[in-house]
């Protein structure tokens, strides 16, 4: 007897791969066939209880015959997850596999609150691109970590169990604003009953006088044929006071400008010499954006750099006038690749060396992304401390995740950034930069700091850059020249102890307790630091001071 066969028994449809990455707030999974149809579909049971069935991108302009699905976890954990490939109701293959949610989030945004009422509304603008908040951590009394919120907003992931109750601290606010809500600048969140992600933390902010804070930042993609390549970058207002200025680029003599391939029309261009008036500028506006394409006289060398100048003006009355400049270093690739990583400086450094790093992404896809995804495995021997946002070009949120074996990943979330397909030429692409110090002690020396990150576009494979690197050889010199001076005070102490510099030559610091093991670390930002330590055990503890001037162990004794 003849048995019939339906389509998919005959063609053999089937799952190629799946994949998931854990975001440490939602979990994203992306499922392949070997086929595109309209008549699949694939079920999921996420082993939490929960259940959904996603229909077929079947769309022949992507460039993988796949579906993809997002799922929050109320607890961190393990879960065991089924995907079962269904074609029309014939369930026709299906893999099982082991799926580790990490960890789970406190968020929050940081945004300029029209009407005081602490809610992100319509018509609430984000904070400027090149000014960043730092947000203390303190769990149960203890101030245990400081972080960083970006344009958009900030994330921190919490590793514990259910049994604390954290208090998320604004330390300082951007220039030109001050908090309006919570007044206090304090919000709290009781992570005692409380399900994940917690969304928390939103600090409203008010516009206080009428200064600005002008900004520019750019980068730039160059390989060894022509054409050359090509700059981008970005001019803008922090502050909601509109305010006009002068964007000036004075571009590497190693290249050539090509007039046609400048946008938007300069105001005036003599040979690599740029300037556009720009008017408008603020945090209630988009920022000004340029293109540049060059050409090269000669051919480029594979690895060497380029340096363009970028400036804004005026820098009088500006509260800021450290971003009103910006010196670009870009790296000349063997070959064109928009998705990348640079370094500077290159090669060799010294301990406590500060590195800048430019992380650049572009659409290559034929549709329009609404989400990117960056992560970031950062080298362990970069001092997280050290770590400071420069640019982002579109709003972002920025936390730092760890890793199982303990490394720590710089992870930048752009959503809703909506990049436009890769035939559109200027609204494609961005970048991020950021420094960090590498650390220091003799031990390192001989060490290799090499570091590339992850690039994720909507549903699409991750796209790894490049690896930069440098090598440690060498002691920071500073790192030879007696300790400044520092007091601390009261100690013995009770409940607050003050570590008070003589200047800034210490970035941040550790309480060690009398086994070795580091109780609570956060950046230095002022000559004097304040550490709550109530409700720690009586004993000896130590402070350790790290910075330009080397390590220096103070002890102190807690009643």
Excluded at 40 to 55: A, C, H, Q, R
Excluded at 141 to 158: E, K, M, Q, R
Excluded at 313 to 340: E, K, M
Aim: a negative charge; charged letters at 10%; aromatic letters at 12%.
């Amino acid at each position: 007897m003849f048995l019939s066969m339906t389509k998919a028994e005959a063609i053999g449809y089937q799952i190629m791969s799946n994949y998931y990455l854990d975001s440490c707030s939602t979990m994203f999974f992306l499922v392949q066939a070997n086929v595109s149809d309209p008549s699949l579909s694939v079920e999921t049971s996420y082993g939490d209880g929960s259940k959904d069935t996603t229909g077929w991108l079947n769309n022949p302009s992507y460039v993988a015959n796949n579906t993809y699905m997002y799922h929050h976890y109320a607890y961190r954990g393990t879960y065991t997850v089924k995907h079962v490939l269904i074609y029309t109701t014939t369930r026709v293959d299906s893999v099982i596999f082991t799926a580790h949610d990490t960890c789970q989030f406190i968020t929050g945004k940081l945004f300029n609150d029209l009407n005081s009422d602490c809610v992100m509304n319509t018509g609430d603008a984000n904070l400027g691109y090149t000014n960043y908040s730092n947000i203390e951590v303190d769990s149960n009394g203890v101030a245990i970590d400081t972080i960083h919120a970006g344009s958009y907003g900030y994330g921190y992931p919490l590793y514990t169990s259910l049994a604390s109750t954290y208090r998320m601290k604004l330390l300082n606010t951007v220039p030109g604003y001050n908090v309006a809500c919570p007044t206090t600048g304090i919000d709290t969140v009781d992570y005692t009953t409380a399900l994940m992600p917690l969304t928390h933390g939103n600090f409203g902010l008010d516009c206080s006088g009428t200064a600005a804070d002008l900004w520019v930042a750019s980068t730039g993609i160059f390989h060894v044929a022509n054409p050359a390549g090509y700059m981008f970058g970005y001019a803008g207002n922090n502050t909601c006071t509109a305010t006009s200025g002068v964007v000036t680029l004075d571009v590497s003599p190693k290249v050539y400008v090509n007039p046609p391939d400048v946008y938007p029309t300069p105001s005036s261009i003599f040979a690599n010499h740029i300037i556009w008036n720009v008017s408008n500028l603020s945090n209630a506006t988009a920022p000004f954006y340029f293109y540049v394409g060059m050409q090269t006289f000669t051919s480029f060398i594979a690895g060497d750099t380029l340096i363009n100048y970028l400036t804004i003006t005026p820098t009088a009355g500006d509260l800021n006038p450290t971003d009103n400049s910006n010196t670009g270093y870009p790296t000349i690739f063997a070959a064109l690749a928009p998705n990348n990583k640079m370094v500077y400086p290159l090669g060799n450094v010294s301990t406590g060396s500060k590195l800048t790093y430019t992380i650049n992404f572009e659409n290559v896809y034929p549709a329009v992304v609404k989400n990117v995804h960056i992560l970031d495995t950062l080298s362990p021997y970069l001092d997280l401390s050290t770590l400071r946002i420069l640019f982002t070009s579109a709003p972002a949120t920025i936390s730092v995740q760890k890793t199982p074996s303990g490394l720590n990943v710089l992870d930048f979330d752009f959503e809703n950034i909506n990049l436009t397909d890769s035939s559109q030429h200027y609204t494609r692409a961005g970048f991020v930069q950021y420094s960090i110090k590498t650390k220091l002690g003799s031990s390192l020396i001989g060490s290799g700091v090499t570091n590339r990150a992850d690039i994720h576009f909507d549903y699409y494979t991750g796209i790894l850059t490049n690896t930069v690197q440098n090598a440690i050889t060498t002691l920071n010199v500073a790192q030879l020249i007696p300790s400044s001076k520092v007091i601390i005070y009261p100690n013995p102490v009770t409940n607050t102890v003050s570590i008070q510099i003589d200047n800034m030559d210490y970035h941040s610091l550790e309480l060690v307790n009398s086994i070795g093991q580091t109780i609570m670390s956060q950046s230095i930002e002022s000559t004097t630091t304040n550490l709550n330590i109530k409700t720690l055990p009586s004993g000896l503890y130590y402070i350790r001071l790290k910075g330009d001037a080397g390590v220096q162990v103070e002890k102190i004794e807690k009643l």
